[in-house]
């Protein structure tokens, strides 16, 4: 089983598909998601979202001023600014 995770901002789509594993910063700390986390709703802090897809490789986005949101294994996070780093 896969976590699905679309990463977006205000000015695009700039990220989507399969994870294992998702770590993103919260205004709260740092939370990492796996398929099957049970559902949240967060305020995005500034910092990097850290993705590890199905094939393991690793995915890297800054992102700032948004929200994230877990539920039925389906991580969506909106941004007002976010862009790959690697």
């Known amino acids: ?3 699905s ?3 977006v901002s205000a000015e695009a789509e700039v990220w989507t ?8 910063k919260t205004v ?8 099957g986390h049970e559902p949240v709703l967060a305020m ?3 910092g990097q979202v850290r993705i590890t897809t199905e094939d393991g ?17 389906e991580l969506t996070i909106v ?3 976010a862009a790959l780093v690697s």
């Open 5 to 7: 995770v679309s990463l």
């Open 79 to 81: 941004a007002g600014h």
């Open 57 to 73: 490789r690793k995915v890297i986005a800054d992102a700032r001023e948004g929200f994230l949101s877990m539920e039925n294994n």
């Open 1 to 3: 089983m896969a976590l």
């Open 17 to 24: 598909g399969e994870a294992s594993l998702v770590v993103a």
């Open 28 to 35: 709260e700390g740092e939370i990492g998601f796996m398929p």
């Open 44 to 46: 995005l802090a500034e």
